[in-house]
């Protein structure tokens, strides 16, 4: 009877197989590394706005507080994005004349609004209030970052599934006075957590918070 394999067919194979399997871990770590790169998260870029407005400016430098421009972010489960009336508020009085206002006058002008670009946001499956993060006392700052040190805003977390888990999980560290939720500020409190562990302790039990819920699928996905 004839031979039916050659004498390096069993070399071939196991080549063939050595090539699929680092081509296989080859692509897993390509994927993997995509999604934690920034040109997947989006962490740091910068998005094209009508006008080129600055937290640093209004919120570092003038103390504008974040619920003046949101103002639904308390009620709603959208933190809303400022009308132009707003802008006009003092922009009918100061820089009457900049270029780089223009759009804000011609928007008022027209009485159409601004197309502001969001630059934080989840995917259309992904259920976030807003109102109940802030009535809870998790500030501003933990998901939009330092947006007062921001020239142009941009994108401060990845807000991917595990970063949310990882608070919902255990979101007594996370909880801060409700009254100061726009604080941008909390280095003296990060610096020492053990002085504040029994508030966000108190606080889980005051708002009768239930992390062992808290990762239900329904709870994000509806």
Not at 153 to 165: D, I, S, V
């Amino acid at each position: 009877m004839p031979q039916i394999f050659t004498a390096t067919a069993d070399t071939r194979l196991r080549a063939a197989l050595l090539v699929l399997l680092l081509a296989c871990l080859g692509a897993g770590l390509l994927v993997g590394g995509y999604m934690e790169s920034s040109y997947a998260t989006l962490v740091g870029w910068v998005r094209d706005q009508p006008v080129p407005f600055s937290h640093e400016h209004h919120v570092g430098g003038l103390g504008i507080d974040c619920r003046y421009c949101h103002t639904s972010v308390e009620t709603s489960a959208e933190a809303g994005l400022p009308p132009t009336h707003v802008c006009m508020t003092c922009h009918s009085q100061l820089w009457t004349g900049a270029p780089m206002l223009a759009p804000v006058r011609e928007s008022l002008a027209r009485d159409t609004p601004l197309a502001w670009q969001r630059v934080s946001r989840v995917p259309d499956y992904v259920y976030f209030n807003h109102s109940i993060h802030l009535d809870r006392g998790v500030p501003c700052v933990t998901c939009h970052g330092r947006v007062d040190q921001m020239a142009l805003m941009k994108r401060a977390q990845a807000l991917q599934m595990e970063w949310c888990l990882d608070c919902h999980r255990n979101p007594a560290p996370r909880l801060r006075p409700p009254a100061q939720v726009t604080r941008m500020d909390w280095s003296d409190w990060d610096q020492h957590p053990e002085r504040h562990a029994l508030y966000g302790q108190m606080m889980v039990r005051l708002y009768g918070i239930q992390p062992s819920k808290l990762d239900d699928c329904g709870i994000c996905h509806r």
